[in-house]
């Protein structure tokens, strides 16, 4: 797929953002064309090889009704994990690395249900998972963070706030 500047798009383990820049650098004697690409959540700033997009897992973002449809599922989505820490610390890193937006958001989901029983090294999971789906769902509608983080929680929360009813 070709992009340019202006383009949403999601970089894997890093969520989506827009490419606001195409730049050539010499690296090792060699010169090589790059997009920069900015994050809406963090400040983060990467540089993606223009020639490597597809190889490294670069995907357009979703639209606007697959965000909607992403934040009602969420609700639905099962959090049951393994107790063992580290093995799903692991599997959770490799669905972050390689899922789809819907593992990721399972994955930040499960972690956020959690999280006063994290590791150190599963809350920064949870960071990223969560960033990558705000990130996303930002772009997808069009609204700032605050606003994609209020119905991120409200998703998760829903869910919850029922099965204590029942």
Known sequence: ????????????????GIIVDKVNKKIMDEIRCYFIVK???SEMVAMLPVENMDTIGIRD????????????????????????????YRENMEKLRDGTIDEIAQI????LTRDKSLSTGERKLMLNAKNAVLS???????????????????????ESEQEGQD
């Open 1 to 16: 797929m070709s992009y340019s500047i202006g383009d949403k798009i999601v970089y894997p383990m890093h969520g989506a």
């Open 39 to 41: 994050s809406p959540v």
């Open 61 to 88: 973002i979703m639209s606007a009704n697959e965000a909607d449809e992403l934040l009602c599922k969420i609700k639905e989505m099962n959090t049951v994990e393994l107790s063992n820490w580290n093995k799903r």
């Open 108 to 111: 930040a989901k499960s972690l």
């Open 136 to 158: 996303e769902i930002m772009l997808a509608k069009n609204i700032t963070l605050t606003q994609a983080e209020e119905a991120l929680m409200e998703s998760i929360n829903c």
